[in-house]
T-cell receptor, first 114, second 114 residues
Framework: AQSVTQLDSQVPVFEEAPVELRCNYS??????LFWYVQYPNQGLQLLLK??????LVKGINGFEAEFNKSQTSFHLRKPSVHISDTAEYFC????????????FGKGTMLLVSP | DTEVTQTPKHLVMGMTNKKSLKCEQH?????MYWYKQKAKKPPELMFV???????INESVPSRFSPECPNSSLLNLHLHALQPEDSALYLC?????????????FGQGTRLTVV
């Protein structure tokens, strides 16, 4: 079985400041890692994914994440946030099976203020 | 077209009603999913269909009945629901045959059971 831990339930930050949202996972098998964003009353949108290869993954809207196998982490970063980045961010793992069955962390609410 | 379309967007139903949620995708994906998301919680997997066959049922109560009439459509039939079933129901689709693929989510149906 796999699990995902997002230690921070809420991260307040000022506009144009850098931000890091933390994600740790545990799994006894190989997994694939994802970050999704959910704006209020919306579905989920994929920010980025790690499947294999380079451990630094770049996504949409200026976000990037680094896969660290030894620390079982997949932290999300953005060098300069905007007000429009205010949303809920979910880290997720997918089992190495025939489908994209996602196990999500509890989510981190990013609150960007002027 | 990278959209997953869910209808209706909002649904209010009584505990004795029968209703259906609908999901459609035209990306040629052969895996489709239903997730349930309670307020301020992460999405939780309910069902997975692969090649129109039910592959995973995460011990969901029988008052939720999924159906996949063809490769583009996924329904969730609801009957005799409880108020605690009120949630955002998310449909997703992905390529089948591999876990290293992203899932595309619809905007969800906000269900309220009264």
């Amino acid at each position: 079985a796999q699990s995902v831990t997002q230690l921070d339930s809420q991260v307040p930050v000022f506009e144009e400041a850098p931000v890091e949202l933390r994600c740790n996972y545990s799994s006894s098998v190989s997994v694939y890692l994802f970050w999704y964003v959910q704006y209020p009353n919306q579905g989920l949108q994929l920010l980025l994914k790690y499947l294999s290869g380079s451990t630094l993954v770049k996504g949409i809207n200026g976000f990037e994440a680094e896969f660290n196998k030894s620390q079982t982490s997949f932290h999300l970063r953005k060098p300069s946030v905007h007000i429009s980045d205010t949303a809920e961010y979910f880290c997720a793992v997918s089992r190495n099976s025939g489908y994209s069955t996602l196990t999500f962390g509890k989510g981190t609410m990013l609150l960007v203020s002027p | 077209d990278t959209e997953v379309t869910q209808t209706p967007k909002h649904l209010v139903m009584g505990m004795t009603n029968k209703k259906s949620l609908k999901c459609e995708q035209h990306m040629g994906h052969r895996a489709m999913y239903w997730y349930k998301q309670k307020a301020k919680k992460p999405p939780e997997l309910m069902f997975v269909y692969s090649y129109e066959k039910l592959s995973i049922n995460e011990s969901v109560p029988s008052r939720f009945s999924p159906e996949c009439p063809n490769s583009s459509l996924l329904n969730l039939h609801l009957h005799a629901l409880q108020p605690e079933d009120s949630a955002l129901y998310l449909c997703a689709s992905s390529q089948a045959d591999s876990g290293n693929t992203e899932a595309f989510f619809g905007q969800g149906t906000r269900l309220t059971v009264v």
